[in-house]
């Protein structure tokens, strides 16, 4: 079995304006699926970047 060593993870609180409706979609978004409002906006992020095509595979 492996051993669980538990790690800080590198975070930086930042500010941010998001649109009334756009807050309420994402709140009920990250309640539909158990999370976080922080959380969804991190793997909604990290979705887009993985998935973002570059200018250069174009």
Do not use: H, W
């Not at 492996?2 to 930042?14: C, G, L, Q, Y």
């Not at 409002?37 to 998935?51: G, Y």
């Amino acid at each position: 079995m492996a051993n669980f060593i538990p790690k800080r993870s590198e975070k930086e609180v930042i500010s941010m304006r998001i649109s009334t409706d756009k807050l309420a979609a994402i709140d009920g978004k990250a309640a539909q699926y158990g999370i976080s409002r922080n959380e969804f906006i991190n793997q909604c992020i990290d979705f887009a970047l993985q998935n973002l095509e570059d200018e250069e595979n174009k």
